[in-house]
């Protein structure tokens, strides 16, 4: 067996166990190194054995005491805190004798159910009226919207004010007409362009269709000519042919659609 | 009837008759008095410590579970209000403990014979302070409180192996600081 400082450490504290015990006592009877550790380190412990402590104060166990004293009072204040708490909330249960708790628990419940049977449909009614109201609201408002801003001086406004009719479900008769009103009169050919777009949506009313074939007389421009034409073939209204002539026979030769508007009347007479 | 365990003492005191805490005191108070001086060298900071841990213990007696021993418990508060202490004096770095001890040694005439053992004594003294707090502590647990090795690592928070392991460093380093000391003088 090799020296092992170690062991003469555990072997001294006496925490070696026997057989590793037995083991090293039988070489430390050999070993003169070893043994030479045991002498160094048993020095140093009877030193460190006789390393003296004060006595402790005499007074220790009196000043625990005080301690102790102190505490236990703080305790049982805190203590009679909590009891007075709790035998408060007791008597406040006292009051309501568990019969009377258990009747008004089910009278609570029977309410609540009778109330959501007796109203339970209503509330979705109403809402569903009040949406209706509401979007009713909304539609004229845009109506009014749409009213006024066909009037505004600036084009995209206007084409704006177009562009909101195509939102509005119920279109009144008021709004036909500031839209014919338009398509005959605005300057800016691109506003007239898109509120012909809008009437044809409402071309199947009679009154549409007349003004918009009375409307081909009144436009000067090529495009808006050349998209009545279109608008026409596609409603087949031969009624028109009579005015596309008229504008042939008013328009001057360099007209780029005149071409287009000759075919469309070949194409009616049919 | 036998004399009832620490163990049962406690409890008692958990279960609320905080009275049976004084006998643990007489029982206990000595060795962690003897624990504290001799980390700290300072008579009145340990009358003092003992007396936090024993307030700790009534304070705390409900995490106390009965399954170790009380004594491996009070070491374990020992410890805590130790560090704490430890690092108090860190930040005011006064240290009376060596003063103390200079007193004692200065204090009286002493003859011849029992003053050479007096210095001994009083060189293994520092060189005990030479060591770290970890170092201290493990010998302190094991040469004076001579408590066994697992119940160390219990108070500790380890396991045997490393209790064996650091005992031993820690005994090596005492013995070399005082035999350097010794080498030193002569």
């Known amino acids: 067996m090799k020296c092992d400082k170690e062991r003469v450490t555990h072997w001294l504290n006496n925490q070696l166990i026997d057989d590793e015990r037995q083991e ?5 009877a050999k070993c003169t190194a070893c043994q030479q550790e045991v002498k160094e380190a048993r020095e140093v412990l009877n030193m460190l054995k006789q390393i003296q402590v004060p006595e402790p104060s005499a007074d220790m166990e009196v000043r625990f005491q005080g301690m102790l004293d102190a ?18 909330l007791q ?34 009614d109403n809402s569903k009226e009040q949406i209706a ?25 206007r084409l704006r004010a177009v562009s909101y009719t195509e939102e509005i479900t119920n279109i009144n008769a008021q709004i036909i007409d500031a839209l014919l009103r338009t398509l005959n009169e605005d300057p800016n050919v691109n506003v007239r362009l898109v509120t012909l777009e809008a009437l044809i949506k409402y071309s ?28 026409m073939i596609r409603l087949q209204e031969k009624r028109s042919v009579e005015e596309f002539r008229h504008l042939l026979k008013n328009t001057g030769a360099d007209n780029p659609v005149k071409p287009k508007i000759e075919k469309t009347i070949t194409q009616l007479s049919l | 009837m036998s004399e009832p365990t620490d163990n049962e003492l406690m409890l008692c005191v958990k279960a609320g008759n905080l009275d049976k805490m004084s006998l643990l005191f007489s029982r206990h108070h000595r060795s962690l008095y003897n624990f504290l001086y001799h980390m700290t060298h300072d008579k009145q900071a340990s009358e003092d410590m003992v007396q936090n841990v024993f307030y700790r213990m009534l304070k705390y007696r409900n995490t106390y579970t009965g399954k170790g021993q009380f004594a491996t418990w009070m070491f374990h508060l020992g410890r805590n209000i130790l560090k704490d202490e430890f690092k108090k004096q860190k930040r005011t770095g006064n240290y ?31 060189a005990m302070e030479k060591l770290n707090e970890e170092e ?25 192996g490393a209790v064996k392991v650091r005992i031993h ?8 600081i005082y035999l350097k000391m010794e080498s030193y003088e002569v």
């Open chain 1, 204 to 231: 199947d009313q009679p009154r549409v269709r007349e003004e918009l074939i009375r409307s081909i007389a009144n436009q000067e421009s090529p495009l808006v000519q050349s998209a009545l034409a279109d608008i």
């Open chain 2, 169 to 176: 460093r820690a005994f090596n380093q005492l013995k070399s």
């Open chain 1, 71 to 88: 505490y236990k009072q703080s305790v049982v204040k805190n203590d009679n805190a909590w009891k007075n708490f709790i035998s408060r």
């Open chain 1, 133 to 157: 109201a509401l979007s009713s609201k909304v539609e004229d408002m845009r109506q009014v919207m749409t009213l006024s801003l066909l009037e505004n001086p600036s084009a995209s406004e």
């Open chain 1, 91 to 124: 008597q406040l249960w006292s009051f309501q004798p568990k019969q009377q708790l258990g009747y008004s628990i089910v009278l609570v419940i029977l309410g609540i159910t009778v109330g959501h049977l007796f109203f339970n449909k209503s509330p979705k």
């Open chain 2, 96 to 126: 009376e403990g060596l003063e103390e001890v200079s007193e004692k040694i200065s204090g009286g005439i002493l003859a011849d014979e029992q003053l050479g053992k007096k210095q001994a004594q009083h060189k293994l003294y520092r």
């Open chain 1, 24 to 28: 090293f006592e039988a070489h430390l």
């Open chain 2, 136 to 160: 201290r502590e493990i010998l302190v647990l094991n040469k004076f409180q001579e408590l066994k090795y697992h119940e160390i690592a219990q108070i500790l928070n380890t396991n045997e």
